[in-house]
């Protein structure tokens, strides 16, 4: 397939190009330079500008773009950044499959993966989560809630929309993962709250087989990428053997909620999301117990050069 990527200079989105790659898939890389060679196309988002022909040439495109969320304090300026940033690609690339469709229905893309997350459910306890369960009232789910709906021209134009709620990606260089692996070379585990806060991961390597599995799966709409959902304790445990530290440090949750301010809900709330839609769809992760993914982690950072 040809795949247009946005956001493709991200932890996710630099591993799924090469993934794609490897896979003999052809992928073009939107980029708001000036584009380098033939597989690169240009986009400017905030001022509604796209390669609409690299758009047209597309099997599928795939939105993973959006400015970091843990990367700096979530002020008011920076919120409306995050906002932004996803609201108007994904927008903009779904007014445009639309108006592609409209003009040439037979030669249009028909695939839009879309990047979300489950910060969509907000803070829900031990309560098993499914793609149908409402929305919540956090500030990310707020967030999911406007970036979902942006690809409604997509959709109302019979392009096939997957929203991918994606959890916790755990990768062995960067991510949500690297506060917790930093401190394991050191020989301390850091427990963030209480521990009983269910967090729902996922490796990179099954968050980007996942997002080749969908560019064909018949998926419409949301779908939970996670393999497992456990408690942040018994991950961290699991952590803790595969890294032999002997160490565990708690943070308070006080001290987390004044240090990342909105951003704790997703460090200390409770999701525990079920991939039913993948699951049904066929797909079968590779880890899915907390000792799988730290045997993984482990090991990739051992035979990293």
Aim: proline letters at 6%.
């Amino acid at each position: 397939m040809r795949v247009l990527v946005a956001g493709s200079s991200g932890l996710v989105g630099t591993a799924l190009v090469r993934h794609l790659r490897e896979s003999g898939h052809d992928v073009v890389r939107l980029v708001r330079r000036d584009p380098r060679g033939a597989d690169e196309a240009g986009w400017d988002p905030a001022a509604g500008r796209v390669d609409v022909g690299a758009v047209r040439a597309a099997d599928a495109v795939v939105d993973l773009a959006g400015v970091n969320v843990a990367s700096r304090p979530l002020t008011a300026a920076r919120k409306r950044a995050v906002v932004d940033s996803r609201v108007q690609t994904a927008g903009l690339l779904s007014r445009t499959l639309a108006d592609l469709a409209g003009d040439d229905a037979t030669r249009s893309p028909r695939v839009l993966l879309q990047a979300s997350g489950i910060g969509a459910y907000g803070d829900r306890g031990d309560a098993l989560l499914a793609e149908s369960e409402p929305l919540g009232d956090t500030f990310f789910a707020g967030v999911v809630r406007r970036w979902e709906a942006a690809t409604a021209p997509a959709q109302d134009a019979d392009v096939r929309v997957a929203l991918l709620r994606t959890g916790i990606v755990l990768s062995p260089h960067g991510g949500a993962a690297a506060p917790l692996l930093l401190p394991l070379r050191a020989g301390v585990a850091t427990r963030l709250g209480s521990g009983r806060q269910f967090w729902s991961w996922i490796s990179l390597l099954d968050e980007v087989r996942a997002i080749e599995h969908l560019l064909t799966a018949d998926v419409h709409g949301p779908a939970n990428l996670v393999a497992s959902a456990d408690r942040h304790g018994d991950l961290l445990a699991a952590l803790r053997r595969a890294w032999g530290a002997r160490l565990t440090v708690p943070v308070p949750a006080p001290v987390l909620r004044l240090a990342l301010r909105d951003f704790s809900s997703e460090v200390l709330g409770s999701v525990r999301a079920d991939p039913a839609v993948l699951r049904a769809s066929g797909f079968a992760p590779l880890h899915t117990t907390p000792q799988d993914v730290a045997r993984w982690l482990r090991a990739s950072r051992r035979s990293a050069p």
